[in-house]
């Protein structure tokens, strides 16, 4: 089992930044991949960024330059720094992780952008 926590969600301002945590209960180099994916309201779960262990990077065709994603094994720790914030970037952020052919969730953490 894999527990994930995420921290660091709120209300930003357009061109505003955030930073997103998730810290998982395993040494994260113990997953294959990690990343994050975001929902907003009546939308479909989306894939946003992603690390392949120990630091092969993906993104999203609409995050790309503005958010970066990576990851600290001594705090078993994924971070999303995300920059440049836009108002379409509201959603609930979930942190992921794919370990031993499974797949874990984060409970999620709201980001808004918004004036």
């Known amino acids: 089992q894999v527990q994930l926590v995420e921290s660091g969600g709120g209300l930003v301002q357009p061109g505003g930044s955030l930073r997103l945590s998730c810290t998982a209960s395993?040494?994260?180099?113990?997953?294959?991949?990690m990343g994050w994916y975001r929902q907003a309201p009546e939308k479909e779960r989306e894939g946003v960024a992603f690390?392949?262990?120990?630091?092969?990077?993906s993104y999203a065709d609409s995050v790309k330059g503005r958010f970066t994603i990576s990851a600290d094994n001594t705090k078993n720790t994924v971070y999303l720094q995300m920059n440049s914030l836009k108002p379409e970037d509201t959603a609930v952020y979930y942190c992921?992780?794919?370990?031993?052919?499974?797949?874990?969730w984060g409970q999620g953490t709201q980001v808004t952008v918004s004036s």
């Open positions: 992921y992780a794919f370990r031993s052919g499974q797949v874990y």
């Open positions: 690390i392949t262990m120990p630091s092969t990077t």
């Open positions: 395993v040494s994260i180099f113990s997953t294959r991949m």
